[in-house]
C-alpha cells in the first residue's frame, strides 16, 4: 500500500484546504445544504483514506468530526460559531497529523484526544436536544432496492464496508441480499433498505462511498403480506472462514416479490439517464512529480539552445542554395517556441494555491486582535512559476498580518472615524505582460508620515520634512525600523519589512507603497511570471558577452564629453536630463581584459533597480533575445554578482548579471568614497 500513499497525502491535504475554505465562508446562521454536504464529504473522504492506510489517529479524529457534521447535515444539530471553530481547530490537528506521517514520525496523540473530546463534547448537544425528534423504529416506510459498486477505497476494506452499512442502518431497516466476496473491488452490491427518508437522502448517503455513476436506487412495491426482515440490534461478527463478512446478510428475494422485468421503450422504462461507463468524467488531469518536470524543462531549454546554434550556423549559408534547409529551420524555430511555452505552462500553477492559506489567518488574526475584517480575493487564478509560488508566500503574509495589525483600526476608532466597523483587507493578482502585479491593500489608517519621520530621526537617520511620500514609505524597509510603540507577539521588534522587500528582490521583483492617511495603504509587489526563462540584453565588455535582463534596462545611450561627472579627479557619474547617475564599469568589476575605457566611445545602459537608477558602461549592445537560465551552484557554485548563466547561438556561455546584487554593491562603494 506504500506506493500509494503519496497520493493519498496530496489528496488529503486537498481536502483539509477544501474544509477550511468552506468552513470559513459558511454561514453559521443559514448554512447552505451544499457547503454542508461538501464538508461531510471531505472528512468522510479523510477517514476512510486514513483508515485504509493505518493512520488510526487520522481515522479517529476525522471519524468523531464526521458525526458532529452529519448531524449537522440531517439537522439534528444546528451550526454555530464554536461548532465551526471546532471544526477549524481539528483542520489544524489534522495537518499536523498528515505531515507526522508523512515524514513518518509519530504525531501528537495528547493534541487527538482533547481534540476528539471537544468535538464530541459539541455532538452531546444533540443527544440531549429535546427538540429533536427520535427516529422511528416500527419499520414504516417504502422499500427500496439499491444496486451499486462500491468505491476503489472502500472495497476490501472491512472498517469501511461497516461504517457503510451503519450509514445505511442509520436510514431505517436494511439487508444485504448479494454483494461480492470479500468485498471486492469492482463486483456489484445489492441492498434492500426499508426507511422513511426519501430517495435523494438515501443517495447522498450512498454517493460517498460509491463509484461515479455506479448506484441505481429504485422502489420495490412487495406483494402482500411481504416483509423485510429486521435487522435492528444484530452484532456483528468476526469475518467468516469462507471469506464473507458476519455483517452480511444474504437472504432470498422477498416472498412473492416478482423480479424486475427488463424495460422497453416507451412501457415503463426508467426515465432517468443510463449509467455512464466507469471512468466516465473522470478527472483529466494527472499527478506528476515536480522532479521530472524540471527536468523535462532542462531538456526544453538544451532544445532551445541547439535550435539557436543550428539557426546561427544556418545564417552563414546562401539562402537560395539551401532553401529547404532553412524553411526547415524555420519551422524548427516555431515548433521550439511553442513547445517551450507548453512546457514552461506546466509549471505554472494559480497564486490561489497562496492566497488560500490567508481567509483562515485573517479570521484568527482579527478575532485575536479584537477587530473585524473582511477579506476580499481577486485574481486568484492568475499563474505563477512554482518556485515563485513558494517563495512569495512568506513575504505576503507579512504584508496581511501587517494590514491587520498596523493598517486596520478597532471598530470603536473606524466608526468614530465614519467608517464600516468592520475593515476590509484586499488581495488582487493580475498579468501584466510578463510580470504578475500582486497588491495587498486595506482600508484602514495608512501610514503616518509624521511618525516615520520622528523615528527616521531618532535612529540618526538624514531625513527631510521635503521628502516626497514615496521616499518617506521607503524608509519602513530600512533594517530594524518599526514604528510600533510597544513590543507585541505580532510587532514591534523592526524585522520583517526589510526581509520582505530582500526576499522579492532575490526573485527579481519589486515592492512599491501607495497610502492615503486615513483611507488605507496598497503594497504593490511586481513579480516576473517564471525564474526559468528571462528576456535579456546581451552585452558585450572585451571578449566577454553579459546578459542584464530587459526588466531593470530603462535605455541605451552614447555618452558626450559633457555629460560625464568627475569626483576628486574620477570619473564617476553621468548626467541624463539633470539627474546624476553613478556608473559601474563592468570591465573593471569583473576584471575584463581587452575592454573600452573611453566613456565616450561605449554605450551606457541606464537601469534602475528597486527604486535606484545607475548606468552600466559596456563596450557595445549585442542584441536582445529570451535565454533559458542555467543555475551556477548546480553547475559550479555561486558567483557574486551573477543570477545564472546561458548559452547562446554561437555556443559561448553568458553569465546573467544579479543586478539587486550589483546596485547594493555600487552603494556600498559610494558610501565608502563618501
Known amino acids: 500500500?506504500?506506493?500509494?500513499?503519496?497520493?493519498?497525502?496530496?489528496?488529503?491535504?486537498?481536502?483539509?484546504?477544501?474544509?477550511?475554505?468552506?468552513?470559513?465562508?459558511?454561514?453559521?446562521?443559514?448554512?447552505?445544504?451544499?457547503?454542508v454536504a461538501e464538508v461531510f464529504r471531505c472528512a468522510h473522504s479523510i477517514k476512510g483514506g486514513s483508515a485504509t492506510f493505518g493512520f488510526a489517529d487520522m481515522a479517529e479524529?476525522?471519524?468523531?468530526?464526521?458525526?458532529?457534521?452529519?448531524?449537522?447535515?440531517?439537522?439534528?444539530?444546528?451550526?454555530d460559531r464554536a461548532r465551526v471553530g471546532g471544526c477549524l481547530a481539528a483542520v489544524d490537528i489534522l495537518r499536523r497529523q498528515l505531515l507526522a506521517h508523512r515524514d513518518g514520525v509519530a504525531s501528537d496523540p495528547l493534541a487527538t484526544a482533547d481534540m476528539c473530546r471537544r468535538l464530541a463534547g459539541l455532538c452531546h448537544a444533540a443527544e440531549a436536544d429535546p427538540a429533536v425528534p427520535a427516529r422511528s423504529a416500527d419499520g414504516g416506510g417504502a422499500l427500496l432496492d439499491l444496486h451499486f459498486v462500491v468505491a476503489r477505497m472502500v472495497a476490501g476494506s472491512e472498517v469501511l464496508i461497516e461504517n457503510m452499512l451503519d450509514e445505511l442502518a442509520a436510514l431505517g431497516e436494511l439487508v444485504v441480499t448479494e454483494h461480492p466476496p470479500g468485498g471486492a473491488a469492482g463486483g456489484e452490491w445489492h441492498v434492500r433498505l426499508?426507511?422513511?427518508?426519501?430517495?435523494?437522502?438515501?443517495?447522498?448517503?450512498?454517493?460517498?462511498?460509491?463509484?461515479?455513476?455506479?448506484?441505481?436506487?429504485?422502489?420495490?412495491?412487495?406483494?402482500p403480506g411481504a416483509d423485510l426482515p429486521g435487522l435492528a440490534g444484530a452484532a456483528l461478527a468476526e469475518e467468516a472462514e469462507d471469506g464473507s463478512y458476519g455483517f452480511f446478510v444474504p437472504v432470498p428475494p422477498l416472498p412473492d416479490t416478482p423480479a424486475p422485468a427488463p424495460a422497453v421503450a416507451g412501457e415503463g422504462a426508467d426515465p432517468r439517464p443510463a449509467m455512464p461507463a466507469r471512468g466516465a468524467g473522470a478527472d483529466n488531469s494527472i499527478r506528476v512529480n515536480v522532479d521530472k518536470v524540471d527536468h523535462m524543462i532542462n531538456l526544453?531549454?538544451?532544445?532551445?539552445?541547439?535550435?539557436?546554434?543550428?539557426?546561427?550556423?544556418?545564417?552563414?549559408?546562401?539562402?537560395?542554395?539551401?532553401?529547404?534547409?532553412?524553411?526547415g529551420i524555420a519551422q524548427l524555430e516555431r515548433n521550439t517556441r511553442e513547445l517551450q511555452e507548453s512546457v514552461m505552462s506546466i509549471r505554472m500553477l494559480p497564486v490561489s494555491t497562496v492566497f488560500s492559506r490567508f481567509p483562515r489567518m485573517v479570521r484568527d488574526l482579527a478575532e485575536r486582535l479584537g477587530k473585524a475584517v473582511e477579506l476580499q480575493v481577486a485574481g486568484e487564478h492568475t499563474e505563477l512559476d512554482?518556485?515563485?509560488?513558494?517563495?512569495?508566500?512568506?513575504?505576503?503574509?507579512?504584508?496581511?498580518?501587517?494590514c491587520l495589525d498596523h493598517g486596520i483600526e478597532p471598530p470603536p476608532v473606524r466608526r468614530a472615524a465614519g467608517k464600516a466597523a468592520t475593515g476590509l483587507v484586499t488581495l488582487h493578482a493580475a498579468q501584466h505582460g510578463g510580470h504578475i502585479l500582486i497588491e495587498v491593500a486595506d482600508d484602514g489608517a495608512g501610514l503616518d508620515r509624521a511618525r516615520i519621520l520622528a523615528r527616521a530621526r531618532e535612529r540618526g537617520m538624514t531625513v527631510s520634512d521635503a521628502m516626497a511620500d514615496e521616499a518617506v514609505w521607503q524608509l519602513v524597509f530600512e533594517p530594524g525600523f518599526s514604528t510600533a510603540e510597544t513590543v507585541t507577539a505580532l510587532s514591534g521588534r523592526g524585522v520583517?519589512?526589510?526581509?520582505?522587500?530582500?526576499?522579492?528582490?532575490?526573485?527579481?521583483?519589486?515592492?512599491e507603497i501607495h497610502s492615503v492617511a486615513g483611507r488605507g495603504a496598497r503594497f504593490s509587489v511586481r513579480l516576473p511570471l517564471t525564474l526559468a526563462i528571462v528576456d535579456g540584453m546581451t552585452v558585450a565588455v572585451g571578449e566577454e558577452i553579459f546578459v542584464v535582463p530587459l526588466d531593470f534596462v530603462v535605455e541605451s545611450l552614447q555618452p558626450a564629453r559633457a555629460m560625464i561627472r568627475s569626483v576628486g579627479g574620477v570619473e564617476r557619474m553621468i548626467e541624463v536630463r539633470g539627474s546624476y547617475l553613478p556608473v559601474l564599469v563592468l570591465a573593471d568589476l569583473f576584471a575584463v581584459p581587452c575592454a573600452v575605457t573611453d566613456w565616450t566611445a561605449g554605450i551606457m545602459v541606464l537601469v534602475e533597480v528597486h527604486g535606484t537608477a545607475l548606468a552600466l558602461f559596456v563596450d557595445a549592445l549585442v542584441g536582445q533575445q529570451q535565454v533559458v537560465i542555467k543555475s551556477l551552484e548546480a553547475n559550479f557554485r555561486r558567483v557574486d554578482g551573477f543570477a545564472g548563466a546561458t548559452i547562446l547561438g554561437d555556443g559561448r556561455v553568458a553569465l546573467i548579471l544579479d543586478m539587486t546584487a550589483l546596485a547594493a554593491r555600487l552603494r556600498r562603494g559610494l558610501a565608502v568614497a563618501a
Do not use: C
Open 1 to 35: 500500500m506504500s506506493q500509494f500513499q503519496g497520493m493519498f497525502f496530496d489528496e488529503a491535504a486537498e481536502h483539509l484546504t477544501a474544509l477550511e475554505t468552506i468552513l470559513l465562508r459558511i454561514d453559521p446562521a443559514h448554512p447552505a445544504p451544499a457547503d
Open 61 to 79: 479524529l476525522t471519524h468523531v468530526m464526521e458525526t458532529l457534521l452529519d448531524a449537522v447535515r440531517k439537522g439534528r444539530l444546528p451550526l
Open 194 to 223: 426499508r426507511t422513511a427518508r426519501s430517495e435523494p437522502e438515501v443517495r447522498a448517503v450512498m454517493d460517498l462511498v460509491t463509484e461515479p455513476g455506479q448506484l441505481r436506487i429504485a422502489p420495490v412495491v412487495p406483494a
Open 300 to 327: 526544453v531549454g538544451e532544445l532551445v539552445i541547439t535550435q539557436s546554434i543550428l539557426q546561427a550556423v544556418a545564417s552563414e549559408v546562401d539562402p537560395l542554395l539551401f532553401e529547404r534547409l532553412m524553411s
Open 386 to 402: 512554482k518556485a515563485l509560488i513558494e517563495r512569495i508566500a512568506d513575504p505576503l503574509t507579512h504584508l496581511v498580518r501587517n
Open 496 to 511: 520583517g519589512m526589510d526581509v520582505v522587500k530582500r526576499s522579492i528582490g532575490e526573485l527579481g521583483g519589486q515592492i
